[in-house]
């Protein structure tokens, strides 16, 4: 394989096949949580602005404008994967520090709340499910979250599976 080893599971060997599926819908779920969370972003500072009497506004985004500015999605995500309080040197599981904790912490929480007000900003455009979720808060709570962390884990256990993930340092 090119990049680390691929995940042998007991009885079946290598799965190439369960890594790439899971990869591919921890994209496509990865790109939906981006979305609102970008949603959630513009939300946030729209009502900061109106809460500080700025005339500035961002409006809504869709199409090509959307996908381009999806990239904040990539920021989080880089945070809550690579950027994790506890990280392995030589097999050994180290604690970065608090400092790295609470910067998670907040980063990771803020990922989460920006996807709820991205989930919860309902418009003409919304689908139905989306407008259900947003009935109920604890609903949209629990799949903010899941939308938050679980692509993530996904396209990273299906890299494993295929030979694609990272390496033990």
């Not at 969370?37 to 869709?62: K, R, S």
């Not at 007000?117 to 499910?129: F, K, Q, T, V």
């Not at 947003?134 to 903010?144: D, E, Q």
């Amino acid at each position: 394989m090119l990049f680390g080893v691929a995940v042998d599971v007991p009885g079946y060997g290598t799965v190439p096949e369960v890594g790439i599926v899971l990869a591919i819908v921890g994209s496509l779920a990865w790109l939906g949580g981006a979305r609102f969370t970008t949603m959630g972003v513009i939300t946030g500072f729209n009502t900061l602005a109106d809460w500080f009497q700025a005339p500035v506004h961002i409006p809504e985004l869709h199409g090509w404008m959307l996908l381009s500015i999806i990239a904040v999605g990539i920021f989080f995500s880089r945070v809550e994967v690579r950027r994790t309080p506890l990280h392995t040197v030589n097999g050994q599981r180290m604690f970065a520090g608090m400092s790295v904790l609470i910067s998670w912490i907040i980063i990771s929480g803020l990922d989460w709340f920006t996807t709820y007000l991205g989930l919860s900003e309902i418009n003409a455009g919304s689908w139905d499910i989306q407008r259900q979720l947003a009935a109920s808060p604890l609903i949209l709570f629990t799949v903010s979250g899941l939308l938050t962390f679980i692509p993530e884990v996904f396209v990273i256990s299906g890299l494993h599976f295929i030979g694609l993930g990272r390496r033990k340092r």
